[in-house]
């Protein structure tokens, strides 16, 4: 079941920051968290994962609480490209955890 | 560099009909291996998963079953389809344990009719 909480749906004007974020309040210590995108009809894709430091990378980048009950994905620059179902998860690194998706948050990146 | 490989984009099939539905993965070597389903307007549904060859956990009791044959071959099979079966099937892998994410497939977009 998914351990994570998302607004259902946001606009973005394109050109400016996507702030999206999450609610994992029930994280463990072991668990890190993971961001996927997917655009309508296509397989997930991944954009980035972290522990408990914020991690950027060529895509977006993850802004984790220091508490590690929230995380918030930032995609410095929307473009209509953006537009997309987000999804956010935790799991653990044992192996034999798997990945368990939400509803996720639906972005529309306006012109 | 890895590549998943999953088959057919589409299909539509009668109910009552068989389905085999198959996912190689390339440039790695004992990966974890999973089928989700996406029912329209919906999430991801984890359907099975495999840690090794003959390995399979099934997730949610259903008309489908799956099989590892070998190593970087995983086939979702039903032996009679029905309509609840329509849907957005995805093959998807990760590294054996540890923490490297899971990797999807194009996905094959299955009408049961």
């Known amino acids: 079941d998914a351990k994570t909480t998302q607004p259902p749906s946001m606009d973005c004007a394109e050109g400016r920051a996507a702030n999206l974020p999450c609610n994992h309040s029930t994280i463990s210590g072991n668990e890190y968290v993971y961001w996927y995108r997917q655009i309508h009809s296509q397989g997930p894709q991944y954009i980035i994962h972290g522990l408990k430091n914020n991690e950027t990378n060529e895509m977006a980048s993850l802004i984790i609480t220091e508490d590690r009950k929230s995380s918030t994905l930032i995609l410095p620059h929307a473009t209509l490209r953006d537009t997309a179902v987000y999804y956010c998860i935790v799991r653990a690194s044992n192996t034999g955890n798997q990945f368990y998706f939400g509803t996720g948050t639906s972005l529309t990146v306006i012109p | ?113």
């Open chain 2, 1 to 113: 560099s890895q590549t998943i490989h999953q088959w057919p984009a589409t299909l539509v099939q009668p109910v009552g009909s068989p389905l085999s539905l198959e996912c190689t993965v390339e440039g790695t070597s004992n990966p974890n291996l999973y089928w989700y389903r996406q029912a329209a307007g919906r999430g991801l549904q984890l359907l099975f998963y495999s840690v090794g060859i003959g390995q399979i956990s099934s997730e949610v009791p259903q008309n489908l079953s799956a099989s590892r044959p070998q190593d970087r071959q995983f086939i979702l099979s039903s032996k009679k389809l029905l309509l609840s079966d329509s849907g957005f099937y995805l093959c998807a892998w990760t590294e054996g344990g540890g923490v490297s994410p899971l990797h999807f497939g194009n996905g094959t977009r299955l009408t049961v009719t």
